[in-house]
C-alpha cells in the first residue's frame, strides 16, 4: 500500500535519561512497500518520545529509494548494499561489515524467513537482541525455483526459531505461518500490528463529483476502488468479472484501479475485450490514497486466499476512511476494526454473487468519516499504539 509520511502528536511517557539504543533494520529500499511505509510513519511519530532511539535501514536493493531523503531527514542512516543478493558471498560478507562498523545494538529483520541469512552474518557480534519480524504468511523466497524453494525454506525457518530472540508477526497468522500454529511463546513472540496515519484520512478532501469529473465519470456513477500491486496474487480480473456482472443490476456503477504491477496491460485487455472502457480506469501509482478512498463506494479485495495476506492493511486503511469493504477470506480477521463496514465472501461463490453483495453493500447506510476514524484511532493499528508496540520491543525488559 501507498503511504505519505505526516507529523502525529503521540503523548508516549519516556524516560529521558535511557541510554542511545542502535537500532539495525533489514528492509529490501525505501520505495512505496507496506513494510517501509510503516516503518518510517513510525520513525516519524517515534522521534519526540523516543530519542534514545537511533535507526539504520539496509537496504538490500543496491538503489536509491523513493524515501530516502525522508528518512535521512528523519535522523536515520540509510546504506545500500553494494551486492545483489544473488552474489551470496560477497552480500553476507559486505553485510556483516556493515553490523561492525555499526556496532548496532538490535538487528530488525523483515525479510520473513530470508532473515535466516542475515541472523546467519550476524554470528558472533554482540548485538543486544535479534528480531525477525513477519509480514507474510507464505515464507516465500526470492528463486525462480520451486523445488530450490522448498528444500531451502524449512532449514530457513528452523534457522529464525533458533536464532532470533523474538520473533514478531504484524498478525497472528503471519506469526504462526513461522513458529507453527498453538506454538506461540509469549516470552519470545509477540504480534505488533501496522500503524495507519489517521490524520492523512481526516485531511483528504470529500468532493465525490469533482472526483468522478475528473476520472471522467458521471457525477452519480458508484465507484469499486481496487488499490494495491496489480499482479496475480491480489486477483485484479476478479474486479473486471464482478463488474461485467453487476452493470446488469446497478447500470452506473464504474471501476477504479490505484496501482502498478504486471498484469496492467492483461486488465486492460480484458476491458477492452468486454467492451467496458468507458467505465474503467487504472491510474497507476498514487500517493493520494486516502482520497481515492473517501470519494469511492466500495473497496473490492480480492486477493487469493491460500497462502492468506499477512494483514492486509489497505483494508484497515479503508475503514478508517469510512469506506465499505467487499474480501475474501484472505486477511486475517483482526483488520476487521468496523464490522458493520466489512463483508467477506469466498473466491469460489464467484463472480455473479461478488457483484450481488455489492449491489446490497451499496445500499447500505455506513458509519460517517469521523465515526469510523475514531474506531481506528482506538484500535491497535493508531500510530499512538503502534509507536508504543514496536518501540517496547526495543526494551531491554522485553
Not at 104 to 112: E, F, G, P, R, V
Not at 114 to 130: E, N
Not at 186 to 196: C, F, K, L, N, Q
Request: proline share 4%.
Amino acid at each position: 500500500m501507498v503511504a505519505q509520511f505526516h507529523s502525529n502528536n503521540v503523548t508516549v511517557p519516556v524516560e529521558s535519561s535511557k541510554r542511545l539504543i542502535r537500532v539495525l533494520h533489514i528492509v529490501e529500499n525505501l520505495d512505496s512497500q507496506s513494510v517501509e511505509s510503516w516503518l518510517l510513519r513510525v520513525l516519524r511519530a517515534s522521534r519526540e518520545d523516543y530519542p534514545q532511539a537511533h535507526w539504520s535501514f539496509f537496504c538490500g536493493l543496491g538503489r536509491e529509494g523513493r524515501f530516502d531523503d525522508l528518512a535521512r531527514s528523519l535522523g536515520a542512516e540509510v546504506i545500500h548494499s553494494q551486492h545483489e543478493i544473488a552474489d551470496k558471498l560477497r552480500f553476507i560478507r559486505s553485510f556483516r561489515n556493515v553490523m561492525k562498523r555499526g556496532r548496532y545494538d538490535i538487528l530488525h529483520c523483515h525479510h520473513d524467513v530470508m532473515s535466516a541469512a542475515y541472523l546467519l552474518a550476524s554470528q558472533g557480534l554482540p548485538f543486544q537482541k535479534r528480531i525477525v519480524h513477519v509480514h507474510n504468511t507464505s515464507l516465500s523466497l526470492p528463486t525462480p525455483n520451486r523445488l530450490k524453494a522448498t528444500l531451502a525454506r524449512e532449514p530457513m525457518r528452523q534457522m529464525c526459531l533458533r536464532m532470533a530472540d523474538q520473533i514478531v508477526g504484524i498478525s497472528k497468522e503471519a506469526l504462526e505461518s513461522m513458529v507453527g500454529k498453538g506454538e506461540t511463546d509469549s516470552e519470545r513472540h509477540r504480534i505488533v500490528h501496522y500503524a495507519v496515519d489517521t490524520d492523512r484520512f481526516a485531511r483528504a478532501r470529500v468532493d465525490r463529483e469533482a472526483f468522478r469529473k475528473v476520472l471522467g465519470f458521471a457525477s452519480g456513477a458508484k465507484v469499486l476502488l481496487f488499490v494495491g500491486r496489480v499482479v496475480s496474487y491480489k486477483n485484479p480480473s476478479f474486479v473486471v468479472e464482478i463488474l461485467e456482472h453487476l452493470i446488469k443490476l446497478r447500470p452506473a456503477v464504474v471501476a477504479v484501479f490505484a496501482g502498478t504491477g504486471n498484469q496492467e496491460e492483461e486488465i486492460l485487455e480484458m476491458v477492452r475485450q468486454k467492451s467496458l472502457e468507458s467505465r474503467v480506469r487504472l491510474l497507476g501509482f498514487r500517493d493520494d490514497v486516502p482520497e481515492l478512498m473517501a470519494n469511492s463506494d466500495v473497496l473490492i479485495w480480492p486477493s487469493l486466499e491460500e497462502p492468506k495476506e499477512g494483514l492486509g492493511l489497505g483494508i484497515v486503511e479503508a475503514q478508517a476512511a469510512g469506506l465499505s469493504v467487499l474480501m475474501s477470506r484472505s486477511v486475517p480477521t483482526e483488520a476487521i476494526v468496523i464490522p458493520e463496514l466489512m463483508d467477506v465472501l469466498p473466491l469460489r461463490v464467484g463472480a455473479k454473487a461478488w457483484a450481488e453483495r455489492v449491489s446490497e453493500i451499496l445500499d447500505r447506510p455506513r458509519p460517517s468519516h469521523e465515526e469510523s476514524r475514531a474506531k481506528v484511532e482506538s484500535s491497535s493499528f493508531s500510530i499512538a499504539a503502534g509507536v508504543r508496540n514496536l518501540m517496547s520491543l526495543y526494551d531491554d525488559d522485553h
